[in-house]
């Protein structure tokens, strides 16, 4: 995709590398996604900027104190995030934006490198991809993951036992079919973010 480029974006350079994590290293809360868009994150080169998912995440973040602007249209912005991480289990984009459960495997140790490192006090899973993507990720991490696991769901909340306990959030993910037909709506997402920001002991969020 970076070489068979949009006609809108033709005159411009596309990242067309893995995309790493955006924010800050030591956040609380953990956002994690699908994987970059074709031509948002691919051609960008960072999450969830210059495509309309990216509108709604970023507008959402900023509106609840997360962010101190609500648009991300490229790498240098001067988006910042405020004690708030996003990242993905899959770093390239994928065939036809569906990735495989290979894809998912293929990356996964990034997203464990990533999430030792980080040792967050909340995370936001966007969709039932992330979600059954990072529950074996945080079994191995060290978190006590519930038998049968938790079912994805908006608003579901589950607290996982650890050294430091998790709180795992999910919500419906900021896609175009969902954000299109009404399925989320900004106060939706923004009312996840809140209690996750809340659970996390960053709320209320820098201003």
């Not at 609500?70 to 995030?81: M, N, R």
Request: charged content about 20%; proline content about 9%.
């Amino acid at each position: 995709m970076a070489r068979e480029k949009r006609a809108a974006f033709r005159d411009q350079e596309y990242w067309g590398r893995p995309v790493p994590g955006f924010g800050p290293v030591d956040a609380a809360l953990l956002i994690v996604g699908l994987a970059p868009a074709a031509h948002g994150a691919n051609r960008t080169g960072r999450m969830f900027t210059g495509d309309r998912s990216g509108d709604v995440l970023y507008a959402a973040l900023h509106a609840v104190g997360l962010a101190n602007q609500p648009t991300a249209v490229h790498a240098g912005d001067g988006l910042e995030l405020y004690d708030t991480r996003i990242t993905a289990p899959v770093h390239c984009a994928p065939p036809d934006n569906k990735p495989t459960p290979t894809e998912r495997e293929t990356c996964g140790r990034w997203l464990r490198a990533e999430l030792a490192l980080l040792r967050p006090r909340a995370v936001v899973v966007l969709g039932a991809f992330g979600w059954q993507a990072l529950l074996p990720v945080l079994a191995d991490a060290g978190w006590t993951v519930p038998r049968p696991r938790p079912r994805f769901g908006h608003g579901v909340h589950v607290e996982l036992a650890g050294a430091r306990p998790l709180h795992l959030f999910g919500s419906y993910h900021v896609s175009q079919q969902n954000t299109f037909t009404g399925r989320l709506t900004p106060a939706m997402l923004e009312d996840v973010l809140r209690r996750a920001a809340d659970a996390a002991g960053i709320y209320p969020p820098t201003t």
